[in-house]
């Protein structure tokens, strides 16, 4: 703990309560803590919130209006893609994630570093539109992560890995859906399908693929609060990892 925290999370107390923030002090105070087999590679797990790997995308209805929105939007957002792809191949990069970086996983963002990305309304307004108005707006999004179009091209991978946390949880929108792709979350394979959306806990081990050789697998990925965390706690975690990650050099 820092100075800094210490004062964030004293402003919290005082506005919702002497409990209102545990949990996260006793995630910081824990480390690694205890966790659930695969997700042992996480950074910080935030007790008390259920190991469920695979959740019904319309089950929390903090998250179902999210989810309605980028499937009512869905062929539009994906004829913009097109269109993007086609035309403006230099606004998409090389993700970079935080364990590797991958030239044929390939990346569109519309939120990152703590904002929306402003030139991404001109190249894919709806979808920008909708993570606006339905999640950034309304405080879903988690402003720690980000939201990308996420590509993989014909042949590509990604390595089974656990991501930071599980205070958060990932939804896909798939917007373009050839044969052969996949997902693994805990051990479960599942399918996109098109216009649909999956979510999931993203700090169990997970990995994905495109097979095909036909074109690339875009889905939309968007990282939304979980719906078991409490608006204190979310200003908490916001201050205390903005804080670490100035520590370790990384904002």
């Keep these: 703990m820092t100075p800094e925290i210490d004062d964030a999370f004293a ?3 005082s506005e919702h309560g002497p409990d209102s923030i545990a949990r996260v002090e006793q995630m910081l105070a824990a480390g690694k803590g205890d966790r659930h087999p695969l997700q042992k590679g996480a950074r910080w797990i935030l007790p008390g919130v259920s190991q469920q790997p695979w959740h019904d995308p319309y089950g929390h209805p903090e998250l179902a209006p999210v989810v309605h929105a980028f499937e009512a939007n869905h062929a539009t957002i994906k004829k913009e ?10 606004a998409f ?13 390939q990346a569109l963002y519309l939120f990152r570093k703590g904002g929306l990305v402003a030139e991404s309304a001109d190249t894919a307004p709806t979808a920008f539109q909708v993570l606006k108005e339905e999640a950034v707006d309304t405080g879903k999004l988690c402003p720690l992560l980000e939201c990308h ?19 958060s949880i990932n939804l896909h929108l798939a917007v373009d859906i050839p044969e052969e792709c996949g997902i693994t979350v805990a051990g479960e394979t599942r399918s996109w399908e098109e216009g649909k959306c999956l979510l999931f806990d993203y700090s169990f081990e997970h990995e994905a693929w495109n097979r095909g050789t036909t074109r690339p697998r875009t889905c939309l990925l968007v990282d939304l609060w979980h719906p078991e965390t409490t608006v204190p706690e979310r200003k908490a975690l916001v201050a205390a990892i903005t804080e670490i990650r100035k520590l370790m050099g990384e904002e």
């Design 149 to 167: 179009f996420s590509t993989l091209l014909p042949g590509a991978a990604i390595a089974p890995h656990c991501d930071l946390w599980n205070f």
């Design 93 to 105: 990069s090389d993700y970079e994630h935080y364990l590797t970086r991958q030239s044929d996983w």
């Design 81 to 90: 893609l097109e269109t993007a792809w086609a035309a403006r191949r230099n």
């Design 11 to 13: 402003a919290i107390r």
